[in-house]
């Protein structure tokens, strides 16, 4: 059974290939907290459009190339996007 995992696009520099940081939390072994640990995997963009921001889900496959062994199955949604601050043309007065 293939790995399906769920992350964001940090990256679409290169050619039919993005970057999917994939964050997960781990208790600490001796005192329980939750900590996060993330990974970046190269994926196989397989004909979607993605930008940097859109959650996507990957799925693992035979080595695609030397770093590639995972494919985009979907795209999610995308990440908020901070509201831009109101360009008022006034100043102090």
């Keep these: 059974m293939a790995k399906v995992l769920s992350g964001k696009v940090i990256s679409t ?10 964050t997960r939390f781990i208790p600490h072994p001796l005192y ?24 996507v889900k990957i799925v693992e496959t035979k080595p ?9 199955l979907e795209v999610l ?5 901070k509201p831009k601050a109101k360009d008022d043309k006034g100043g102090k007065k």
Excluded: P, Q
């Design 64 to 72: 695609i190339s030397k770093n590639k062994y995972f494919k985009v």
């Design 77 to 81: 949604a995308e990440e908020h996007e």
């Design 13 to 22: 520099k290169m050619d039919k290939t993005v970057v999917v940081e994939v």
């Design 32 to 55: 329980k907290k939750l900590m996060k640990r993330s990974k970046h995997f190269n994926a196989d963009v397989n004909g979607h459009e993605l930008v940097v921001g859109k959650r």
